[in-house]
């Protein structure tokens, strides 16, 4: 059964939801039948204007404004960058150091439609990244971006020799299996295999920090999915994690 999109928050002006992996922002033009967020919000009856938008595979906030004035209001805030975006990320291997910053410009990779790569004719870009906690082969990373270009975190990780956890166009798309750092693991009798515990891009949008229309600061989060969360739990007990 397909996950669905939830409503973390709902006003006049704005709503706030928190997008499944997998889920468009906006419908694909070429490919309608594809589930969208702004299709399932009007399905339900509600008119909604696109403020920003995340990666069909990233997971987490979304903000929809609810009318016109709403729209430009919210869109101006991520254009002028007053506002803040933090993402949380599995990552393959490990940082040298605990925190940093990644200020290259991105572009159109020249031949592989879909894919961005670092280039000096690119646009402005500009990723901060913290340690949040390290595992054996794995870094739990937080993410602060400046600017919202098209996949500015994978393609600044790749560029630093890093990729995110199921990646397939910046790293590999290779699941995470609990054998793989649980030592003595043994199938249970009603698995044939082993299920992944993880087995998509592991980038999540956790929260944006803005000023509403009212002039009053507001905070919304998106609680993380269960095989994120499920994924950090099994890493913590048997992978090796320290603070």
């Known amino acids: 059964m397909q996950l669905q999109p939830a409503l973390l928050y709902k006003d006049d002006n704005l709503m706030a939801i928190n997008k499944p992996s997998g889920w468009l922002s906006i419908p694909d033009r070429h490919d309608p039948e594809l589930p969208s967020v702004r299709s399932w919000l009007e399905s339900k009856g509600e008119k909604v204007f696109i403020v920003h938008r995340i990666d ?20 101006s805030l991520f254009q002028n960058r007053t506002l803040h975006k ?38 402005s870009a500009i990723t901060h990244y913290q340690v949040e906690e390290r595992f ?13 270009r098209t996949h500015q975190i994978r393609v600044h990780l790749q560029n630093a020799g890093h990729s995110l956890v199921g990646d397939p166009l910046y790293g590999t798309a290779d699941p995470i299996l609990l054998s793989t750092f649980k030592k003595k693991f043994k199938l249970s009798k009603a698995d044939e295999e082993e299920r992944p515990l993880l087995s998509r891009l592991a980038l999540h949008a956790f929260s944006v920090e803005l000023t509403d229309m009212q002039g009053k600061e507001q905070v919304f989060t998106a609680p993380l999915p269960k095989d994120l969360d499920t994924t950090l739990k099994q890493l913590r007990k048997w992978g090796n994690g320290s603070r």
Do not use: C
């Not at 949380?88 to 990779?109: A, C, K, M, R």
């Open 86 to 123: 933090n993402y949380y990320g599995l990552v393959t291997g490990s940082f040298e150091e605990d925190q940093g910053v990644y200020d290259q410009p991105i572009e159109e990779h020249p031949t592989i439609p879909g894919k961005m790569r670092v280039g000096r004719k690119g646009k």
């Open 136 to 148: 054996r082969g794995f870094s739990w990373v937080r993410f602060q971006i400046e600017t919202g």
């Open 56 to 75: 069909r595979d990233t997971s987490g906030l979304l903000l929809m404004a609810r009318n016109e004035a709403a729209h430009k209001y919210y869109n």
